[in-house]
């Protein structure tokens, strides 16, 4: 599973690090948290998309150019790491203290020898913040929050599937992820999988393909679409993949 707590590039230069969309502003100058947010997912999607590569059984560019699961999950992450010290705004202080923290949850004597932190702690000095230093030891190597991994599979197989779970109805669905998780009790059911489509701005696309599954058999013929399959202009796929999902 990828984490949420996918950390921030250290190269400098990485286009994509989202201490970029401070640059050309004061250490004291805030943007608006959406601001943030979007920058932060946009990094996000960037730094996993080798994971929903990896994971794609059919290495077809259909497949691999689909996003939208991705980038749903990674508005999530970038939500979730946010939420930990949420504000209306954020400047480049405050954001880089928030992946300090994260850091510091992970593996503190890393981040404590990481020379990338050193203009952090010059700062906190000359602005004397010296509760910085006293309370860095409650982050010490604690645990750091990690995504969950239902709707991590739900985003990464809405996508790359070999039937993608954007052309499933939600019963089959519900089914589908059943088999995918080790804690069964950690399945989502059909009310959940709508609420969380709902919110991370996922819609189906209709008429179905898969309208029915079964853990021991797979797709069954009844409930396989094969008109829908080829409106939906799906890469053709040997028959017996329709049978077993198998790409976790």
């Not at 599973?1 to 004291?28: T, V």
Request: net charge negative; aromatic share 14%; charged share 20%.
């Amino acid at each position: 599973m990828a984490s949420i707590n996918q950390p921030i590039p250290e190269e400098p230069d990485d286009p994509y690090d989202p201490h970029h969309l401070w640059e050309g502003l004061d250490l004291n100058d805030p943007l608006p948290y959406e601001t943030v947010r979007d920058g932060f997912a946009r990094y996000l999607v960037h730094a996993i998309r080798w994971s929903w590569d990896d994971q794609t059984p059919i290495k077809d560019p259909w497949y691999l150019s689909r996003d939208e699961g991705l980038k749903a999950w990674c508005q999530h992450a970038a939500r979730a790491r946010l939420a930990v010290q949420q504000r209306p705004s954020y400047t480049i202080v405050q954001f880089h203290k928030l992946i300090f923290s994260e850091q510091m949850r992970r593996g503190g004597t890393e981040a404590m020898a990481n020379p990338v932190w050193g203009p952090l702690f010059e700062h906190m000095r000359q602005i004397h913040k010296m509760e910085f230093f006293t309370k860095m030891h409650l982050l010490f190597n604690q645990k750091s929050p990690v995504g969950n991994m239902a709707r991590w599979m739900f985003c990464l197989f809405w996508d790359r599937a070999t039937i993608p779970l954007e052309f499933w109805n939600w019963p089959a669905t519900e089914r589908f992820l059943a088999t995918k998780l080790r804690a069964k009790n950690a399945a989502p059911n059909e009310e959940l999988l709508r609420q969380w489509a709902t919110r991370m701005g996922l819609g189906h696309s209709y008429p179905s393909v898969v309208t029915d599954f079964d853990a021991k058999t797979g797709i069954p013929e009844s409930g396989f679409n094969a008109e829908a399959f080829i409106l939906h202009g799906i890469p053709y796929a040997p028959a017996e993949t329709f049978e077993n999902q198998n790409i976790a």
